[in-house]
């Protein structure tokens, strides 16, 4: 009862959201505390504990409860991604479907611990953090030491890492909303490159989409094959059947890693796009679906990677008017996926005994690149000529030109202006006054004077008149002449 009150708040405490001004006593913040590391641990344990039970009882197997209880020691480490030793056999090929139940419980644990405490910064969801991290890292080493003198082996230094480096991503997206991290991340960062996370992490998605589907449509095209490979009884097709279905997102990383063109490898079989080696497989119903041989059709879904790409650059084209900033953009994105096939790659795959089935592996280096050139270079295409284009700025070379032809216009506007006003100026000097004597037409006057210019001249009649008369007194043969 009393392991129950310390993992239950008690009634008379508030459990809901809290207002930043209300302060938990200090056992209160202790029992959320401590309920948080404990939490996913005895879920965890628990869950891992039903599975075998389910298996041992499907498979009418005798056994025991404390055997049980320190089976699923190991099976809780094989959750967290440690890898065991079976009789001295290497066991690195984990399932990630406990992986992903394990990673989202403990993100859940941590986003209500840091309601329950009322946190709204970082710094308050602190404690959180280091406990649930901390938590996960001593289980892990304990269970490891529990296991010294067993056939299941444990190297306890990566017991204690793996449990650790999970558990602390993952409480840190649960308390990321929690703490207002959103708005602090958004306000610090380069809007654009947000864009670029969430059109990656879509991006991924759709990747893993499009393997999950050739999966889907692969096994069911040798349903046939994948059903003669369970056996008559019952408690043995269930644990195939179990098994198949928690090494199913596995199956889902390898046929990612075909879509996009380096393939993967389990022993000597070495399924890629565009070359095939055969070899013997598990006889497991999940790799029933695996081909025989190298099809002439299969370059075809590299459509699927290409499509992904489009749709990346599709989705960013209008992030910014600056093309360069697009492509930016979409590189974020670029460089997201391939991170998420190098983190899906790396636990997907491992060493499987010392017969012919190990390693599985997929190639992590090349189908990083790989799976970042396909959102690249398509993405990048139409981000840039679907999206808007701006005038290239001019080069600064010219900017100067045109300040100092600006700055030359005013200056020539200026001096032009000041010349007009002087030039009225002197004209309003220049105008003669009334009261003063003309100089010009007193000159003019001097100047008819002494030409004789300022007699009167007679009248036009007299003048005729003049001339008859004295026409008159000349002879006609004078005038001839």
């Not at 179990?242 to 490898?265: I, Q």
């Amino acid at each position: 009862m009393r392991i129950m009150d310390l993992l239950t708040d008690s009634p008379e405490e508030p459990v809901g959201d809290l207002e930043p001004d209300v302060e938990l006593s200090r056992a209160a913040r202790v029992r959320v505390l401590l309920a948080a590391a404990l939490g996913p641990l005895v879920t965890g344990y628990a869950v891992v504990t039903v599975l075998i039970l389910v298996t041992l009882t499907a498979g009418r197997t005798a056994f025991s409860g404390g055997g049980v209880l320190l089976a699923a020691g190991p099976g809780w480490l094989a959750a967290h991604q440690v890898q065991l030793g079976l009789g001295g056999h290497p066991l690195g090929v984990l399932p990630l479907l406990p992986t992903l139940g394990a990673v989202a419980l403990a993100a859940r644990t941590a986003s209500g611990a840091a309601q329950r405490l009322g946190c709204r910064s970082p710094r308050q969801a602190l404690p959180v953090f280091t406990t649930i991290t901390g938590a996960h890292a001593l289980f892990g080493l304990v269970i490891a030491l529990c296991a010294q003198g067993s056939p299941v082996t444990v190297n306890p230094l990566l017991a204690f890492a793996m449990p650790g480096l999970l558990a602390a991503p993952a409480s840190a997206v649960g308390i990321f909303r929690t703490c207002g991290l959103p708005v602090v991340v958004a306000e610090r960062l380069d809007p654009l490159a947000l864009r670029g996370v969430r059109a990656g992490a879509a991006a991924l998605a759709v990747l893993v989409a499009c393997g999950a589907a050739v999966f889907t449509i692969a096994t069911a095209l040798s349903w046939s094959t994948v059903a003669d490979m369970y056996e008559p009884a019952f408690g043995s097709s269930f644990g195939l059947f179990l098994l198949s279905v928690l090494y199913l997102p596995n199956a889902v990383t390898a046929a990612l890693s075909f879509v996009t063109g380096p393939g993967f490898s389990v022993g000597d079989l070495n399924v890629g796009m565009f070359g095939y080696r055969g070899g013997a497989v598990p006889g497991i119903p999940l790799l029933g679906g695996l081909p025989e041989h190298h099809s002439a059709w299969w370059p075809a879904l590299l459509m699927l990677p290409a499509a992904t790409g489009v749709l990346v650059g599709w989705t960013l084209r209008k992030v910014d008017a600056d093309p360069a900033q697009r492509i930016r953009t979409v590189a974020v994105a670029g460089v997201v996926v391939a991170l998420g096939c190098v983190v899906l790659g790396t636990l997907a795959g491992g060493r499987l005994g010392d017969g012919p089935f190990d390693p599985v592996s997929v190639p992590v280096g090349v189908a990083s690149v790989v799976a970042f050139c396909w959102i690249v270079i398509p993405g990048s295409f139409v981000a840039f000529f679907a999206g808007e284009h701006e005038p290239p700025a001019p080069p600064p070379e010219a900017l100067e030109d045109n300040q100092a032809f600006e700055d030359a216009d005013e200056v020539d506007a200026e001096e032009a202006a000041e010349a007009v006003e002087e030039l009225e100026e002197s004209e309003e000097d220049e105008e003669p006054s009334e009261e003063e004597p003309d100089e010009d037409a007193e000159f003019e006057a001097e100047a008819d004077a002494e030409l004789g210019l300022d007699e009167d001249v007679p009248p036009e009649d007299e003048a005729v008149t003049g001339g008859t008369e004295t026409c008159g007194d000349v002879e006609p043969g004078e005038a001839d002449r």
